[in-house]
């Protein structure tokens, strides 16, 4: 964090933010400003630098064609990977996490390589579909609750020996890889497949970002009962019978 408060990066609006995942940026800033902190957020287009300097970046989904661009310009501007190297935090949804790996199908077909910033390999899936809503419990190294989400992807993501599942599903497919497990991360870059936004659903998440930017182990208390009103109504949905 610098001397001009904390920077929070949103990459590539106009390529990944598809299914309303820049939720997510609005959720970290508005935590971050609950608990009195300064923020700086910055916005950056595909047709612009991504700065070396923020302490929190955010990805998020898109198309197929829009993730293969983002993915080109994310590789030959270097910022992201630059900025990972200097133990900035990151996190990213669907295709966004996709990318972060080392390589995915891109929409023509083709192996597409990645940033390599998480040790993880995603195809494409040949049977149904992901969509749906998920429930997962989180690592219990991270210290969160629950986790639920909305899946929509046909992706199949694999975790090497280096990556960590972020969660175990209980409802839902999540990697897809049939064995359990839900996004990655190791100390500083964060996957999932989940939307929601799911920082909405799930504001402890945006609150371990924080406080891994800070450095701290806690955060002031906030009123969270709206967002424990939201989750508590979108776990009910998901666990009701059909």
């Known amino acids: 964090m610098s001397n001009n408060g904390l920077r929070l990066v949103w990459v590539y609006p106009d390529l990944l933010s598809t299914y309303g995942d820049q939720g997510n940026a609005l959720v970290v800033e508005r935590r971050a400003r609950q608990r009195g902190l300064d923020v700086q957020r910055v916005d950056v287009r595909s047709d612009q630098p991504v700065p070396t300097s923020g302490d929190i970046y955010l990805i998020g989904g898109g198309e197929d064609r829009p993730q293969r661009l983002a993915a080109e310009r994310l590789r030959r501007d270097g910022g992201l990977s630059r900025a990972a ?3 900035a935090i990151i996190f990213s949804v669907c295709a966004g996490y996709q990318i972060l790996g080392h390589e995915f199908i891109n929409d023509l077909g083709e192996r597409e390589p990645g940033l390599g910033l998480l040790d993880v390999v995603s195809t494409r899936g040949e049977g149904a579909r992901c969509v749906g809503d998920v429930l997962a419990d989180i690592d219990p190294r991270l210290g969160l609750p629950p986790l639920t989400g909305f899946e929509n992807h046909q992706g199949v993501t694999h ?3 280096t ?3 972020f969660a175990r599903v209980q409802l839902g497919r999540g990697n897809g890889t049939g064995d359990g ?17 799911v920082m909405a659903r799930n504001p402890q998440i945006a ?14 208390p906030t009123d969270d009962r709206w967002y424990e009103a939201l989750r508590a109504e979108r776990i009910a949905s998901a666990t009701q019978p059909a």
């Not at 870059?189 to 936004?197: A, K, L, Q, R, S």
């Not at 609150?207 to 002031?220: E, G, H, Q, T, Y």
């Open 181 to 197: 497990t839900e996004g990655a991360y190791n100390d500083t870059v964060f996957g999932t497949y989940m939307h929601g936004p």
């Open 163 to 165: 990556a960590r599942p």
């Open 85 to 87: 190297s200097n133990g």
């Open 159 to 161: 975790l090497g020996p």
């Open 207 to 220: 609150d371990l970002l924080l406080k891994l930017a800070l450095d701290v182990n806690a955060l002031p």
